[in-house]
Each structure stands twice: as structure tokens, then as C-alpha cells.
């Protein structure tokens, strides 16, 4: 009988991440201790990797939402300067 690698290992030479993910998932317990570790460590990684891109993603949007109001402020003055 093949084992908890072996399984794993097909899934991962087929290329379907989702189901890696899955699987590793459902047989976390099932794997050896280094690898839980090493595992866990990724995800952490990965984690903190998709945590920086939304801030980024948010820091981004908030400059544009300052340039925006500051042209907007700009416009308005020279609006009313033109008036006057």
C-alpha cells in the first residue's frame, strides 16, 4: 500500500494545487513531523506574503484617494479665484 508521501506526491506531480491543498489539509496530522513544519512555515510565509500585498493594494488607494482630493482642492480654488 502506498503511503501518506507517496499519495502526495502523485497529487503534486499532477499539477492540481487545490487538491494538494486539500489534501495536506485533511491528512495534516498524517504527515511527518519535519514536513508539518515545514509546511506550516510556508503557509505562515505565504500568509504574510498576501497581507503585505493588500496593504500594499490599500496604501496604494489611499494615495490616490489624497491626490485626488488635492486636485480637487486645487480646482476649487482656482474656480474661485477666477470668479473673484
Excluded at 58 to 71: N, P, Q
Aim: overall charge negative.
Amino acid at each position: 500500500m502506498d503511503t501518506i508521501i507517496e499519495r502526495l506526491l502523485v497529487l503534486v506531480e499532477a499539477g492540481d494545487e487545490e487538491e494538494v491543498r486539500n489534501f495536506i489539509a485533511e491528512h495534516f496530522a498524517e504527515l511527518p513531523s519535519e514536513m508539518q513544519k515545514n509546511l506550516a512555515v510556508e503557509l505562515f510565509k505565504e500568509s504574510l506574503s498576501v497581507e503585505v500585498s493588500e496593504r500594499e493594494k490599500i496604501i496604494a488607494a489611499k494615495k490616490d484617494a489624497v491626490a485626488l482630493i488635492e486636485a480637487l482642492d486645487a480646482a476649487e480654488k482656482e474656480l474661485e479665484g477666477e470668479s473673484n
